[in-house]
């Protein structure tokens, strides 16, 4: 353990030495030689002890240097700066940071006022604070805007405290810290606010904020004018109590009785509340009492969880949408009218259609009957032949016959050409009969050129009868049409007989009627009757498929109109085009369909 030798301890052992010299002894040399042995050793001790003591204090003299060091380098580069200020608001200290801040060098700082770095106006609250620091010894925070060297502007946050110096001076220990961005956000989070204040109170909707309560605790414009009281009288209140819901007279309402369990408003609250899920435009329907009358109000309602420092509490938005219902209503029974309207009107219209069909069909074979009665003579005379053959061929063979060794060989082949012309015959009756019979359209799959081919044959007498040289060009492999088959015979014949009529004032060698099929640009199937007569003027072109517009003298002007109505019946086109030489071409379009189409 050590001892420590101080001023006292010296002075005794000093006291000692001195009696020890001053008093008689029988043999002095030898006393005082004991003691003066005893004193140097003990004073040998002490000096050890001192030494010691000196190392030590050498030690910790070296660590609180080094302490000193590296606290000074903490106050130096803490991020917040620090400074001292006397009491006339002078610099005494400050560390490397509030050096930064205000950018200046420290050994330029000290001794100047702060005062000069504040900004003009906030100098009063400056010194207002650094007043109440010093006077009533209290921590003081202010934020102010300072001027640092070199221009610019910082908020800057300072907390100080009073202290005392070493020689008893009043001074001010203060922190400062640059709150700009802090200050920056915090102003655009007020106009924020604001913003969103003045949103809340102009919303065009019901708005007010509920606490877990369910009580108001604020209610903007348009709520206040719904409940038509003052808004001081709403705060405080349970929800239902707001709109006059009629289960809430008396203080029964918002949840306090059994018929509240299904309120709208408490439900999406408590919904959101339990959550912390939003609702959006929920429809529901509250009893309230308003203009001294119980109505049915139409809401939708939406809730917003809104955390606050005061607690949690829910933003309600609730528009009346009463008048929309009933408008909504009003369309739907409006809908439901105009589709009953429309369906009647598909029904007759359908009607129509079918009896517009019909009356096309019976025009349609009325002009069959019409173009046949004008074939009559040329099917007449290709009818002739095979009934002549007929004739003679049976005649014939009545004669091997009658011969007492009749030939069976001459007779077979007699039998056998009355066949053929007995089929030649039905096959002509046969397209006869159904150019002419009166039947409901029939369509099916078929082969354009096989519809030329056909038509070809019943024309083929009156062409010879009209010294008309027919040239076919017929494309093939052409994709099949669906079509009726007889109805697009008819329309070849009403355009190849006038092909006939046009070219009648033709010299014999002249007359060339060609028709041509072919596909497209779009794909359709394209038939193209054309002939070397004189053709029609711009006019006549204009109005050649009006109903009655006719070129020929003994023409009724119904073939083309009709002609035209089957193929849109069709679903395609048929119109006419002048030749770059002399003639008209009238050109048919079909489109090519599948049979489940």
């Not at 101080?6 to 006291?15: I, L, M, P």
């Not at 000196?54 to 080094?66: D, F, G, M, P, Y």
């Not at 066949?419 to 019979?437: F, K, P, T």
Request: aromatic share 4%; net charge negative.
């Amino acid at each position: 353990m050590k001892t420590d030798i101080g001023s006292k301890d010296f002075a005794d052992v000093r006291k000692r030495a001195e009696e020890c010299l001053q008093s008689p002894s029988d043999k002095p040399d030898t006393v005082c030689t004991e003691e003066a042995n005893s004193l140097i050793h003990e004073l040998r001790v002490h000096q050890v002890e001192l030494e010691t003591q000196n190392e030590e204090l050498r030690r910790v003299q070296i660590e609180l240097e080094a302490s000193r060091s590296r606290y000074t380098d903490l106050y130096d580069f803490a991020p917040v700066g620090y400074l001292t200020l006397d009491k006339q608001g002078l610099l005494v200290d400050l560390n490397l940071t509030a050096c930064k801040l205000l950018g200046i060098e420290r050994v330029h700082l000290i001794g100047k006022p702060f005062l000069h770095f504040v900004f003009q106006p906030d100098r009063s609250e400056f010194l207002s604070c650094l007043n109440v620091i010093f006077d009533n010894r209290e921590r003081q925070t202010v934020e102010i805007r300072l001027f640092p060297n070199g221009g610019g502007q910082f908020y800057a946050r300072l907390e100080g405290i009073y202290a005392e110096g070493e020689n008893g001076a009043c001074l001010c220990r203060a922190s400062m810290s640059d709150v700009t961005l802090h200050r920056e956000a915090q102003d655009e989070a007020n106009v924020q606010r604001e913003m969103l204040s003045r949103v809340f109170e102009s919303a065009p909707y019901i708005m007010m904020l509920v606490n877990k309560d369910g009580r108001v605790t604020r209610i903007n414009r348009k709520g206040v004018a719904f409940a038509d009281r003052p808004r001081e009288e709403l705060l405080g209140l349970l929800g239902g109590e707001v709109f006059g819901c009629l289960n809430s007279f008396h203080g029964l309402g918002c949840g306090k009785n059994a018929e509240c369990s299904g309120c709208p408003i408490r439900m999406r609250v408590t919904h959101t509340f339990e959550t912390g899920q939003s609702v959006y435009d929920a429809e529901g329907r509250m009893s309230v009492r308003k203009d001294s009358r119980n109505i049915a109000a139409e809401m939708a309602i939406s809730t917003v969880l809104v955390k606050d420092k005061d607690g949690d509490q829910v933003l309600v938005t609730i528009a009346d949408i009463t008048e929309r219902k009933v408008m909504e209503e009003e369309l739907r029974k409006s809908r439901d009218e105009l589709e009953l309207r429309v369906r009647e009107r598909t029904v007759e219209l359908v009607n129509a259609n079918e009896e517009l069909e019909r009356r096309r069909d019976e025009l349609a074979h009325v002009d069959r009957v019409a173009t046949m009665g004008e074939l009559a003579s040329s099917l007449a005379h290709e009818l002739a032949q095979p009934l002549t053959g007929i004739m003679s061929n049976a005649q014939a063979a009545m004669r091997f016959l009658a011969t007492k060794t009749p030939d069976l060989e001459e007779v077979g082949a007699a039998l056998h050409d009355i066949v053929n012309d007995n089929r030649r015959a039905g096959a002509i009756i046969h397209n006869l009969r159904s150019m002419l019979q009166k039947r409901d359209s029939e369509r099916s799959v078929i082969e354009i050129n096989m519809v030329v081919q056909e038509t070809l044959k019943l024309v083929a007498t009156a062409s010879t009868k009209n010294r008309v040289s027919i040239k076919t060009d017929l494309a093939p492999g052409l994709p099949r049409v669906v079509g009726d088959p007889i109805q697009l015979q008819q329309v070849l014949i009403n355009l190849i007989l006038n092909g006939f009529h046009a070219m009648a004032s033709c010299e014999p060698g002249c007359r060339k009627l060609t028709i041509r099929t072919s596909r497209d640009d779009t794909g359709a199937v394209r038939v193209d009757v054309c002939d070397t007569g004189p053709g029609v003027d711009e006019e006549g072109l204009g109005r050649i498929f009006e109903r009655f517009f006719t070129t020929k003298p003994e023409g009724m002007g119904m073939g083309l109109p009709i002609s035209r109505s089957i193929v849109a019946a069709h679903g395609g086109r048929l119109w006419a085009v002048r030749n770059a030489g002399c003639g008209m071409t009238f050109c048919v379009s079909l489109p090519v369909r599948d049979m489940t189409e």
